[in-house]
């Protein structure tokens, strides 16, 4: 098992920045995708930004070139740079791992919230 621990949310007015920062309880990075996701009120959870094991990153039309996901495997984090952020950014932010390719195992955090508003 393996726990997913999201930091960084706040209260942020439009145009302003915010990095979240996932933290895994031990080593999966480096051997699993992980991706961000976003839920707001009355929305279905949505895909925000994945990046596998080689590198390979990919974006919601919705935050492309505002933000960037990251990945440092020696300290088992993975990292969401968001910039020019606007209130429909607005949502509680899940960090995921998985599946596994091992068991096919997929973890989540508990969410942190961001929220944009002046």
């Known amino acids: 098992q393996v726990q997913l621990v999201e930091s960084g949310g706040g209260l942020v007015q439009p145009g302003g920045s915010l990095t979240l920062s996932c933290a895994a309880s031990?080593?999966?990075?480096?051997?699993?995708?992980t991706a961000w996701y976003r839920q707001a009120p009355g929305r279905q959870r949505a895909l925000v930004a994945s990046?596998?094991?080689?590198?390979?990153?990919t974006y919601a039309d919705s935050v492309k070139g505002r933000f960037t996901i990251s990945r440092d495997n020696a300290k088992n984090t993975v990292s969401l740079q968001m910039n020019n952020l606007k209130p429909e950014d607005t949502a509680v932010y899940f960090c995921?791992?998985?599946?596994?390719?091992?068991?096919?195992?997929?973890?989540w955090g508990q969410g942190t919230q961001v929220t944009v508003s002046s």
């Open positions: 031990r080593s999966i990075f480096s051997t699993t995708t």
């Open positions: 990046i596998t094991t080689g590198g390979k990153t």
């Open positions: 995921n791992a998985g599946p596994t390719p091992l068991f096919g195992r997929t973890y």
